[in-house]
């Protein structure tokens, strides 16, 4: 994740996971996005599926590293979605370790890893049996979405940051569903 320098790269809008209070500029709340782990179903045939946070460390399981800092996350805290509760598992000996979901789902999906990746990256893979969503009721790593743009935009620009908002919260189907 890059910080964009507002200055001399913004566009007329942008989504960032940087919040920026900036008074030249709106910075609106799109949606929340965490990790989530998965693996092939080659990968379980193999080497079985963990059912605890504590079985990961019995499985090859990638690690990140931190892309506001540029350095290993040693430590990944997994969070149980409905009671909160944090586990801590200790990365140190992760062989792989990357700064990118999406290059994450990829080396993935190649079969050998458990790996971290966003739920929108992977839904669609996990609905035709490609892979497997791995302790569903653990997340890590939560970011923020945000649309900026300048302070004053035209009526069609507000149309296009209200289309993006129905799309980004899924509401965009809703609406197909609606009028057919």
């Not at 993935?108 to 971290?116: L, S, W």
């Not at 009526?155 to 296009?160: D, G, K, S």
């Amino acid at each position: 994740i890059v910080k964009p320098d507002f200055e001399k790269d913004f566009h007329d809008i942008m989504i960032t996971t940087s919040y920026i209070n900036d008074n030249r500029f709106d910075f609106r709340f799109l949606r929340s996005e965490s990790i989530s782990l998965y693996c092939t179903p080659s990968y379980i045939e193999k080497y079985a599926q963990p059912t605890t946070i504590d079985e990961l460390l019995e499985h090859n399981l990638m690690s990140g590293i931190d892309p506001n800092v540029d350095t290993d996350v040693d430590y990944i805290i997994f969070t149980n979605k409905y009671t909160k509760e944090k586990q801590y598992v200790d990365s140190t000996h992760s062989r792989i370790r990357l700064n990118s979901a999406m290059i994450a789902k990829d080396i993935g999906m190649a079969g050998e890893f458990i790996f971290g990746s966003w739920g929108f990256l992977c839904e669609e893979d996990v609905r035709l049996g490609k892979i497997v969503h791995i302790l569903p009721e653990y997340e890590t790593f939560n970011v923020d979405f945000y649309i900026v743009t300048r302070k004053n935009i035209l009526p069609v620009e507000q149309l296009f940051i209200d289309f993006v908002y129905r799309c980004a919260n899924r509401s965009i189907a809703s609406d197909v569903l609606d009028n057919s």
